[in-house]
């Protein structure tokens, strides 16, 4: 599997980061800064309620998709006239909830002509509870979601727990992977089985988030083209 480095990628993009560790990579917040954006996303998968950052401190906004059973969960809409803004999905297997979530971040924040970097932690976290399937036919559609909003997207993914044809597979999603210092070998896997599960995993059809002109997909739409 090819890999980049963050200063040979050019923003917009997405990257899936591939590390084996559970620390968060120095090349994470290459990835996350580089670009400069004015708006940021970050989606973890935790048990707990995570640590926000002060409004005071923040330069434009940041935004916090918590993922899993958080006990302070509730249904409110999120205030997206906040500097930090926070919302969360309880079930991490409603992959259909997720997309809707970062949706929506996308929609208010292209909006309002906000620069989006969207650090997404990680696929490991979704395929602790749904198929690899499912999985890359979701990731499949929520990175065209964030290409269409020209965001600067990376996705965490541990080679160390999935087979090599897996994590090469989840490879051709992205526009570039970037490879952690520290790791010195990733995942190989032949063009036959990567072929071969792909013709597995493809078997939907292509799936376009991108409204007509004189439409724009609300938070239903994009549920239902979500929804296994």
Sequence with gaps: MDTSTPAAIDPPANVLLVHPKRTEPETCDQLCH???????????FADEE???????????????LTVGNVLTADESVPDFDRSVVTDSVTDPTDLSAIGV???????????????ITVCFDSLDGLLRH????????????????????DAYAHFHFD???????????FG?????????????SLPEATDEEVATLLA???????????????????????ARILGK
């Design 130 to 149: 749904t198929s690899p399937k499912e999985v890359f036919q979701f990731t499949h559609v929520l990175t065209n979601r964030l290409a269409n909003v």
């Design 50 to 64: 995570p640590d926000y950052p002060d409004e005071d401190a923040v330069d434009g906004k940041h935004g916090q």
């Design 200 to 222: 597995e995993w493809e078997d939907e059809p292509t799936i376009d988030l991108e409204p007509d002109a004189s439409t724009e997909a609300t938070d239903e739409d994009i």
């Design 172 to 184: 051709t999603i992205f526009d570039a992977v970037v490879a952690d210092d520290a790791d010195e």
């Design 101 to 115: 979530a970062i949706s929506r971040f996308c929609k208010h924040w292209s909006e309002a002509d906000e620069d």
């Design 34 to 44: 580089d670009d400069g954006g004015t708006a940021r996303l970050s989606v973890t």
């Design 159 to 169: 080679p160390t727990r999935h087979e090599d044809r897996v994590v090469s597979t």
